[in-house]
């Protein structure tokens, strides 16, 4: 008997559920049986499903002769499972990674035993056919009745589901019976983990939530089932909710069109005048349902959509006389002449102090106290700004001001708003890595990587510096060439941000694990990955928990996602692992670490000053040469290419490790090259360099 049956009937879903199959068989958690219902599918979702079956034996086929819905075909299913819990996935939706085993770790004892969860309820989040991942918005804290109704988003104790007699039913809603009264009747016993465990995909078109027409009336129906068998209690908690729902479909123009609006609403408003608490009406919608008023209904969705676009009006409008009153007070700026003392700082599109800018600006305050310098950070940064240091808002008034008048420029993006270049300015263009994927023009040929860049924009802004700082001669050469212009010169003189990595002395390293909590005698690996321009959001090709117990008690993982994928990585809590996805100085992550481990992240040219083990972990590698291009083959074990140990599997990564591959002679000569090669300029005086040159022109 296993621990999970995962039940996944298919049809019509031959695009997705080989990706659907795969992510249920690759969890960490192996203790499951999968169960595909093949609904008589007229594509090839039953082969895809086969073929599955005769690489896995956790895998089975059942197939049905004629097509019965999802609801008999999961019914189906459920009957043939032996496992403890039941977990129901549609054929075109993922089981995120590590789902199973944060679940099983939520139910935390055998089913049998006195007090184990009926119903375990979880989090989701919701991909687009542009792969634009956002959260599924279900707030877990509170009542379980008010998460989305859905089959997937939850597991059912196999015992349980039985002894009630639950089933799905035939046609359009048919989870919300069974998934309604299984949550009713676990009562106590129903469980929460506020963890998203599913990701649900939303189709361009073809599925039925995007389909408007009457099949959508059959939620009221669903509901009528529901009220008229259940107690007044449960009718009592219950018809809330059941009005929320219908007036969420019927608020929905992808399920119920303008013209059966009045007739679904009167249906809605007949279910709750029946049986919901008419006199206790709380909400708008239900006093609406409960007067059975069609027209305070509409005025109430009108008055909404008005509300929104006044808004929207309003807003629109300020934003454009703001604009334009900044625009005339910047042309008078314009005209005022430069502040010698001036420079402004910026970093990774606003985000904050960090990088090469940073380690100039701290460096000038020592040998250039004359210089003011003043950072450009986002509104919704400027947190991070820290005490004692002068910030601007991008596109306050204050900031246009700063860009008219201010004699020096350094950043390692660019500024925003596109400001007029003054003659006299200094633009030190600083970069913020060592190119492995191909950059400026050369992304003419990966449209993928691209996302809409305007390269006559790049071209010009170009044209604004007037130095171009390089970390190696690779960079020299690469930038002269994707950034083609005569306006700038090439400063090779290191990056300043790595002077740490030889300046930093032991206790400086201890007080940063100290800080990260992280224990004496521990092996500290960093795991930074780099973002995929074909991914949304942060999704590891490994699963942390599994590779870390892999290793044993005495390894501990930071992990780094991409600041593209915001402040943190999502993990679950977990002794061996820490996230630092937000920690402020990746320089300092990189001081605690014995070893990186990371894919295409330029990174792992900062990381090779301090010669240490970097073991690439390239699980993708020809997908992400073929959609984003690279200046050389990082996987060849050619000595200036590949920095240490190579992956390209969890199983290998985990192995290198365990027999110690990971930091032997030949990764230490490897390292050697590749230090030669991408490190000849950084020796722990690149900001002084950079200092000297710019503001004391020495």
Same mark, same amino acid.
């Given at each position: ?21 795969d ?6 958690h192996? +203790? ?5 219902? +093949? ?22 086929l ?68 542009w ?11 509170? +009542? ?15 015992d349980?589901?039985?002894e ?8 359009a ?62 009718r009592?908690?219950?018809a809330?909710?059941?009005?929320a ?57 009108k ?41 402004v ?66 950043n ?31 992304q ?16 010009d ?42 300046t930093?002395?032991?206790a ?17 690996l ?7 321009d ?39 809590h ?44 390239a ?31 969890? +199983? ?47």
């Open positions: 008997m296993s621990r999970f049956s995962v039940v996944v009937p298919a049809h019509r879903v031959q695009g997705y559920l080989r990706e659907c199959l992510s249920v068989l690759a969890q960490s192996r +203790d499951l049986e999968l169960i595909v219902v +093949d609904d008589a599918s007229p594509d090839a979702s039953a082969a895809i499903a086969a073929e599955s079956a005769e690489r896995d034996p956790r895998v089975r059942v197939r049905i002769p004629a097509h019965a819905g999802a609801g008999p075909a999961r019914n189906i299913g459920a009957d043939r499972a032996t496992g403890d819990y039941l977990l129901f996935l549609d054929g075109d939706d993922l089981l995120l990674p590590g789902a199973l085993e944060a679940i099983d770790e939520a139910l935390g004892m055998a089913p049998d035993a006195a007090g184990a969860p009926d119903v375990l309820l979880f989090g989701h989040d919701r991909v687009d056919w792969e634009n991942v956002r959260a599924g918005g279900d707030d877990l804290t509170g +009542d379980p009745l008010a998460v989305t109704v859905a089959a997937w988003n939850r597991v059912f104790r196999r349980f589901w039985q009630r007699r639950l089933t799905f039913s035939d046609g809603y048919e989870d919300v019976v069974p998934v309604r009264r299984a949550t009713l009747a676990a009562g106590g016993r129903a469980a929460v983990l506020d963890k998203a465990c599913v990701r649900w995909r939303e189709r361009r078109g073809g599925s039925f939530a995007t389909s408007p027409g009457r099949a959508h009336f059959a939620v009221i129906g669903r509901y009528e089932e529901l009220l008229a068998a259940a107690d007044p209690a449960d009592a908690r219950l809330p909710h059941a009005a729902h219908l007036l969420a479909v019927l608020d929905d123009a992808g399920r119920v069109a303008p013209r059966d609006r009045r007739d679904f609403f009167r249906g809605a408003a007949r279910l709750y005048r029946t049986y919901g608490p008419v006199e206790a009406a709380a909400t708008p919608g239900e006093k609406a349902l409960a007067t059975a008023s069609y027209a305070a209904y509409e005025a109430q969705r008055s909404r959509s008005r509300r929104k676009g006044v808004t929207r009006k309003l807003k629109e409008q300020k934003k454009k006389l703001r604009a334009r009153a900044m625009r005339l007070a910047y042309r008078t700026d314009l005209r005022r002449p430069l502040d010698p003392h001036l420079a700082y910026g970093a990774y599109w606003n985000r904050g102090i960090s990088c090469n800018p940073a380690a100039i600006h701290a460096k000038a305050r020592e040998l250039a106290p004359h210089i003011k310098g003043v950072w450009v950070v986002s509104s919704r940064h400027k947190h991070r700004v820290p005490a004692g240091v002068e910030y601007v808002v991008e596109g306050s008034r204050r900031y246009w001001q700063a860009m008219a008048r201010a004699t020096y420029l350094i390692n993006s660019s500024f925003p708003g596109g400001f007029t270049k003054r003659p006299g300015q200094v633009y030190l263009q600083t970069h913020h890595g060592t190119p492995l994927k191909k950059m400026g023009l050369d003419r040929r990966y449209p993928a990587g691209t996302h809409g860049i305007s390269f006559q924009k790049v071209l802004h170009t044209d604004q510096w007037d130095l171009s700082l390089s970390a190696n001669p690779h960079s020299t050469e690469v930038w002269e060439r994707v950034y083609p212009s005569t306006a700038y010169q090439a400063l090779e003189a290191g990056y300043p941000r790595n002077d740490v990595y030889f930093a002395g032991d400086e390293v201890r007080k940063i694990r100290e800080e990260l909590g992280i224990a004496d005698g521990r092996t500290v960093l795991y930074a990955p780099t973002h995929r074909y991914q949304k959001g942060f999704l590891p090709r490994i699963d942390l928990e599994r590779f870390v117990g892999s290793l044993g008690p005495s390894y501990v993982v930071l992990v780094r996602a991409h600041y593209f994928y915001g402040a943190d990585a999502g993990l679950r977990h002794p061996q692992l820490v996230d630092v996805t937000g920690h402020a100085r990746v320089e300092d992550l990189c001081l605690a670490a014995d070893a990186l481990v990371t894919d295409y992240s330029s990174l792992m040219f900062d990381y090779a000053c301090l010669d240490r083990p970097i073991v690439t972990y699980p993708d590698w020809q997908a992400y040469r073929l959609a984003r291009g690279t200046y050389f083959d990082l996987l060849s074990g050619r000595a200036g290419e590949t920095p240490g140990a190579v992956a390209t599997t969890e +199983d290998e990564l985990a192995g290198l490790f365990r027999a110690g591959e990971w930091d032997t002679a030949e990764a230490a000569r490897l390292r050697k090259a590749f230090r030669a090669r991408f490190c000849p300029y950084d020796d722990g005086g690149a900001a002084e360099r950079v200092v000297r040159r710019l503001f004391l022109s020495q």
